[in-house]
């Protein structure tokens, strides 16, 4: 497919699971803040994703020192408001000027049996709310050893894409997140990334338009790091990176980051 235009700018999130109270994050986004200079905002948007209950401590550092760092939400309920204990609904994280939320991610899948109807319904919410959703999709170890990888991710993506028109694809973010790859050390090659996120493009094309295929951002996710993300940043249809445990480390986002300085 066609090499990233500029009207793809990558995107750097780092996806921070169930680590850091609201107190860590502050001192973490401080780290990251002096760390980063403009430049890099120009060249990359860069995102935390913190847990729930440092969303508003990460918005009131952002806002408070004009930090040109985004957030938002690791989930998002399906459902507006009512009766869903321990849920949160996207107008609370719109309130909260959250920029995205993460749907389907793997493990949400996996231990809270979600399916690609509950991904799809908490997409959709997100973009009511103008929210961007990272929908993530990804093959287990058995469907890649199996060869199944792009048709898995393809149906996993035209579940999760349901009833979203054109308009708000291009808001939309796909993370392609091999599960065998996620915090394991293990990281596809960047031909493999390559393959499923050309697959993705493909498919927005066929379901949407070209034009909207080519704004969507497709990010890869999957032990990332300093030392590999500047060979999978050189792929055509990769935008950017969905990172797990290296954005827990200041240093080590802030060099993913600046993967341009990086040798491929
Ligand atoms: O959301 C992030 C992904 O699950 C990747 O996590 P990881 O970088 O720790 O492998």
Redesign the pocket.
Known sequence: MAPATPSRKPLM?G?W?MNNNHLEAIALVQKMAFALKEADYDAVDIAV?PPFTAIRSVQTLVDADRLGIQYGAQDVSQHASGAYTGEISASMLAKLKCSYA?VG???RRQYHAETDEIVNAKARAALAADISPIL?VGEGLDVRKAGGQVAHVLAQLDGGLAKIPADQVRRTVI?Y?PVW?????E?ATPKDAQEVCAAIRTRLAELYDGGSADEVRILY?????GGNIAAIMAQDDVDG???????LDPGEFVKICRYRDLPV
């Open positions: 999130a996806n699971k994703i993460v991610h793997s493990e993530c993370a997140e790859a996620i915090g394991t050390g990281t996710g999957g032990s990332v790091k990176a969905l990172v797990g445990g290296a954005s």
